[in-house]
């Protein structure tokens, strides 16, 4: 069982499942209470109920919030009541994602528009809310995406979300050096993250044994595209969710405070920087 004494808060984001389920155990592992968020159905709380209890087993306190990331006042609210039930956030993890499929040809509007809003929209808020917050209480913090190695090298039929997963690269390199401009009282002061010891890398997994994988192997054309690939990875395998998981921890502790506005595939040698 882990240590009483607490490291600090964590959120993770689409934590229902794989990935984030993942990550929140990892995190919960490492010390940190965590605070774990899906979106607000029926199974996905029920799930998310599941992992509260294996980190409340752990030793840890754990805190359900659910609600849709693409949703500004949402994740606001939930960095908010993290902060009021947990006191005070110290890890953001914007792990929550959508895989739509389909040749370029294609895609719909409504299918652009929704993964954008998921991907890329709910991953700038998680990061907007998470470091006025972190600014806010002084010491510092550690902001994680979720981009993915189709962000670096596109395949077919995922070329939409390529394209958000790119866009999160691009995020994350200007987070890490931006400039936010935070009020006290009259005066108007911009300054970098990085002065208030917040760092904002980002991780782009490969092909990963979870939930979302295997439903973007069951559809229309997909199969063969994910053994190929699986297939072309240096180490001839398909990841687990725990590999992913345990870079993140990396990336959550005090020993990565030198690493910043880096997005890091962990694929197996799928493809490389």
């Known amino acids: 069982m882990s240590s009483p004494i607490s490291k600090g808060v964590a959120i993770v984001t689409g934590a229902a499942q794989g990935i984030g389920k993942a990550i929140a155990l990892r995190l919960a592992d490492d010390g940190f209470d965590v605070a774990i968020n899906d979106i607000s159905l029926d199974a996905k709380l029920t799930k998310l109920r599941e992992v509260q209890a294996e980190i409340v087993e752990k030793g840890r306190r754990c805190s359900v ?21 947990l006191g005070g956030l110290d890890v953001m993890v914007a792990n929550a994602g959508v895989c739509p499929t389909a040749s370029v040809l294609d895609y719909t509007v409504e299918q652009w528009d929704r993964s954008f809003a998921i991907n890329t929209r709910g991953v700038f808020l998680c990061y907007q809310y998470a470091a006025k917050q972190m600014i806010k209480q002084g010491r510092g913090g550690r902001i994680i995406g979720c981009s993915s190695s189709l962000g670096k090298q596109a395949l077919p039929m995922l070329s939409l979300y390529a394209a958000t997963k790119s866009a999160i690269r691009g995020l994350t390199q200007g987070a890490g050096e931006c400039r936010w401009m935070c009020t006290n009282q009259a005066h108007l ?9 917040i760092t904002v890398n980002s991780y782009a997994p490969g092909f990963v044994d979870t939930e979302l994988t295997r439903e973007t192997a069951r559809q229309e054309n997909m199969q063969d595209i994910v053994k190929m690939d699986v297939s072309r990875c240096a180490v001839d395998s398909i990841g687990k969710p725990e ?4 870079f993140v921890s990396y990336l959550a502790s005090k020993e990565s405070r030198y690493m910043t506005g880096q997005t890091v595939g962990i694929n197996g040698g799928w493809c490389f920087d």
Do not use: R, W
């Open 65 to 85: 919030f659910p609600g849709d990331v693409s949703n500004e006042e949402h994740v606001k609210h939930m960095v908010e009541s993290v902060v009021h039930t």
């Open 189 to 197: 002061v911009a300054l970098d993250l990085g002065k208030f010891g």
């Open 243 to 246: 590999d992913i998981a345990g």
